[in-house]
């Protein structure tokens, strides 16, 4: 940090000058940014602000009457202090120092006996410059220490452990919707730092750029790629470096932006060429049906009469980049949890009456085009496959096995290859908006077994409907937050009664009057018509992907 007037004043070159104080010794802390010695009254024009201003005082000593009009051009020009040598009889200058000093806040400072001001001026720059060039190592440290987590694509939870290191202090990352996503409590008591976290995140508003807001005085810096925020690094105490905690936030929140668009592919030479294969069969650009067979048939896919779409979906912490980030999981781990899949899909394949090309088609998805002999066969497969990564607490484990827990999406049955290639993002679909679903209790799944909620449900994390689900439901979300509870249930039971009141009167065993009442003030808060049909359909949709967010 850069030297205050009162860590000048400490200076031994100063103390031995006998400094004395005069006036208000609030200014004291002022931040000294260079010094400037001046025996011309006239000096505020040559300031920028935060200089300590040496004189003799001379000409103050030939006309005592304009010290006062000195000492205010300075305090109007931003200076940090005014240190006046004063030397011998010079009463009169005393005096008008002495008055002009207690109308201002600025402090002014008289020395006793003589010292050089060229040493003060050469040690205090001496200081200035240190802390210059402390802030440059400083950001060449942060800058080196990012640049190294970029090219690791370390995990969210490195990256804000590392940015609390840094700053000192707690550090957050929330997602839109203000769910935490990481923290790091850097000794803070996890408990007191996450307490009520949601509530005291609405009273914060969001900016648009690294700065504090809100009751709390929140330092924040936004993450995403340009427009495409999709969260907000968050430091909820107060710091005594707020420049340079902005500086690791604003780093920190870069590498989180590229470490979500980057992907680490660690895979074997067959991993690859099948990868490859399938995101050519997928993107085929000319590739006709014949060319497809006789390269998938180099990789081991034998020519069959039905070919179809699988993908197996992580549902474990490690192997969902999302839910990794919440706990601050290893993306290391999910890759090896999809090797792991990719070779117990091997296994399971061998005894099987079918043959198959499969790859990691993005993190935490493992695609799969099956070779049937038949299209009853499928459900056999299937379920055989289904009960190969099923996790079984009773089995012994088998070395190498698949220690996360998978969902299996199924597309539509082909007698085309390129057209079962083309399913594959159907069968993502279908295995992503299954894996949000509670109570699963299917082996695997299809289009028709997935429903409107499990749509919700996967779409809930994208900034978009985030965004809808705040716009829709804001009034009633900001009075919970305030303490206005019960609006939100409220919200739900009345749509979920497909917005009749007497039958929502009969089952929430409240008065007419009283039920009407809060309904108004329902929609006050809401801003819409209760009544309208699309007001209701929009909010029911939002209110769903808000129950849904936490799966």
């Known amino acids: 940090m850069l030297p205050t007037v009162r860590s000048v004043l400490e200076l031994p070159v100063l103390r031995e000058a006998e400094p004395r104080l005069l006036g208000s010794a609030d200014g004291l802390d002022n931040a000294v940014r260079w010094v400037h010695v001046s025996e011309v009254l006239d000096v505020s024009g040559l300031l920028s602000g935060g200089e300590l201003v040496l004189t003799t005082g001379l000409e103050l000593e030939k006309d005592p009457g304009r010290t006062a009009m000195f000492v205010r051009s300075l305090q109007d020009a931003g200076a940090a202090g005014l240190v006046v040598e004063v030397i011998g009889d010079r009463r009169n200058a005393l005096d008008a120092l002495e008055l002009a000093a207690a109308s201002t806040a600025m402090p002014v400072v008289v020395v006793r006996r003589r010292v050089r001001f060229v040493q003060i001026t050469e040690i205090v720059h001496r200081l200035i410059v240190a802390e210059q060039l402390e802030r440059v190592e400083r950001a060449r440290a942060v800058h080196e220490a990012f640049t190294v987590l970029s090219l690791e694509s370390a995990g969210t939870g490195q990256v804000v452990e590392q940015a609390a290191e840094m700053i000192g202090a707690p550090v957050v990352l929330e997602d839109l919707s203000h769910l935490v996503l990481a923290y790091a409590a850097h000794q803070v008591d996890t408990t007191v730092l996450l307490d009520n976290w949601e509530r005291r995140s609405r009273t914060t508003p969001s900016t648009a750029q690294t700065s504090r807001s809100g009751s709390g005085d929140w330092l924040q810096t936004p993450v995403g790629v340009q427009r495409q925020v999709w969260g907000r690094l968050v430091v909820p105490v107060v710091l005594n470096d707020d420049a340079g905690a902005a500086m690791v936030l604003e780093r920190a929140a870069q590498t989180l932006a590229i470490n979500r668009l980057a992907e680490r592919d660690r895979r074997d030479l067959n991993q690859q060429a099948q990868a490859g294969l399938l995101n050519d069969l997928r993107q085929p650009r000319?590739?006709?049906?014949?060319?497809?067979?006789?390269?998938?048939a180099a990789l081991g896919l034998r020519r069959s009469p039905f070919y179809l779409p699988v993908v197996f979906r992580g549902t474990s912490p490690s192997a969902v980049p999302d839910a990794s980030a919440a706990g601050g999981g290893d993306p290391l781990a999910g890759q090896q949890e999809e090797r792991l899949l990719l070779e117990q899909l091997a296994r399971a394949l061998k005894p099987l009456p079918c043959t198959a090309i499969s790859a990691v088609i993005r993190s935490g998805s493992v695609g799969m085009l099956l070779a049937l002999p038949s299209g009853?066969?499928?459900?056999?497969?299937?379920?055989?496959?289904?009960?190969?990564?099923?996790?079984?607490?009773?089995?012994?484990?088998?070395?190498?096995?698949?220690?996360?827990?998978?969902?299996?999406?199924?597309?539509?049955?082909?007698?085309?290859?390129?057209?079962?290639?083309?399913?594959?993002?159907?069968?993502?679909?279908?295995?992503?908006?299954?894996?949000?679903?509670?109570?699963?209790?299917?082996?695997?799944?299809?289009?028709?077994?997935?429903?409107?909620?499990?749509?919700?449900?996967?779409?809930r994390k994208d900034p978009r409907v985030q965004q809808f689900v705040e716009s829709e439901l804001q009034g009633v979300l900001d009075a919970e937050a305030r303490g206005e509870s019960g609006y939100l249930e409220l919200l739900g039971q009345f749509l979920e009664s497909?917005?009749?009141?007497?039958?929502?009167?009969?089952?929430?065993?409240?008065?007419?009057?009283?039920?009407?009442a809060r309904l108004s003030r329902l929609e006050e808060l809401l801003a819409v018509d209760l009544d309208d049909a699309e007001s209701r359909t929009s909010l029911h949709v939002a209110l769903l992907v808000h129950r849904l967010r936490a799966l």
């Open 286 to 296: 000319g590739l006709g049906e014949g060319e497809a067979q006789a390269r998938a």
């Open 376 to 459: 009853p066969a499928g459900d056999k497969v299937l379920g055989a496959l289904a009960a190969a990564v099923a996790p079984d607490s009773e089995r012994e484990p088998v070395p190498g096995g698949v220690a996360g827990s998978w969902t299996i999406g199924v597309g539509r049955l082909q007698d085309s290859l390129l057209e079962a290639a083309a399913g594959i993002d159907e069968a993502a679909h279908v295995a992503e908006t299954a894996a949000t679903l509670s109570g699963q209790d299917r082996p695997f799944y299809r289009a028709t077994d997935i429903r409107l909620r499990g749509l919700l449900a996967l779409l």
């Open 498 to 516: 497909g917005g009749n009141k007497s039958a929502l009167a009969r089952t929430s065993y409240l008065s007419r009057p009283t039920l009407y």
